[in-house]
T-cell receptor
Framework: GQQLNQSPQSMFIQEGEDVSMNCTSS?????WLWYKQDPGEGPVLLIA???AGELTSNGRLTAQFGITRKDSFLNISASIPSDVGIYFC????????????WGAGTKLIIKP | EAQVTQNPRYLITVTGKKLTVTCSQN?????MSWYRQDPGLGLRQIYY???????DKGDVPEGYKVSRKEKRNFPLILESPSPNQTSLYFC??????????FGPGTRLTVT
């Protein structure tokens, strides 16, 4: 079945560093969603991508919809302490307008 | 303020004691869903509902029940909780787009 492989599983970075994470699948997706979960909270949508090759920014965050439609990337520039959390990618099942498949998440930790 | 609320936020209970986690949304969304989150496994869908009186199983429905008698409410019921249902639970709702809005979570411990 459809699966999303998200990497890395966790990242330890210094404040000010740039961050990259990605999500891949053996299946084609028509939409890619990137969510962030702050500690103790529910996930919140950061960026939605609807078109292959699309590059979309939200402040210091930039996400790309891969040309093959089988991957997506999220970059964070000049990380700050409030970037800490878990980042999830998600995409809809091919035959559904409702159900999402979720990656396992990338946990971002900033070294003091 | 548009939001999804869940209660309780924290719950410790014993094996076999029935419990209900409530979920309510004020966005008039037709679609609502329950997820559980476990370390390293991400979010796994338990049940979802596309409208009042319409519910369906997600990926991990065993041991759970839901009901959707009103558009705004979607309670999650554990008839006989077991320790393997110790987890962090999230309710979510969705409008016409793909974006899902999540509640703050309910941390359940079953001893």
């Amino acid at each position: 079945g459809q699966q999303l492989n998200q990497s890395p599983q966790s990242m330890f970075i210094q404040e000010g560093e740039d961050v990259s994470m990605n999500c891949t699948s053996s299946s084609i997706f028509n939409t890619w969603l990137w969510y962030k979960q702050d500690p103790g909270e529910g996930p919140v949508l950061l960026i939605a991508l609807y078109k292959a090759g699309e590059l979309t920014s939200n402040g210091r965050l930039t996400a790309q919809f891969g040309i093959t439609r089988k991957d997506s990337f999220l970059n964070i520039s000049a990380s700050i302490p409030s970037d800490v959390g878990i980042y999830f990618c998600a995409g809809p099942y091919m035959d559904s307008n409702y159900q999402l498949i979720w990656g396992a998440g990338t946990k971002l930790i900033i070294k003091p | 303020e548009a939001q999804v609320t869940q209660n309780p936020r924290y719950l410790i209970t014993v094996t076999g004691k029935k419990l209900t986690v409530t979920c309510s949304q004020n966005m008039n969304h037709e679609y609502m869903s329950w997820y559980r989150q476990d370390p390293g496994l991400g979010l796994r869908q338990i049940y979802y509902s596309m409208n009042v009186e319409v519910t369906d199983k997600g990926d991990v429905p065993e041991g759970y029940k839901v009901s959707r008698k009103e558009k705004r409410n979607f309670p999650l019921i554990l008839e006989s909780p077991s320790p393997n249902q110790t987890s962090l639970y999230f309710c979510a709702s969705k409008g016409l787009a793909y974006e899902q809005y999540f509640g703050p979570g309910t941390r359940l411990t079953v001893t």
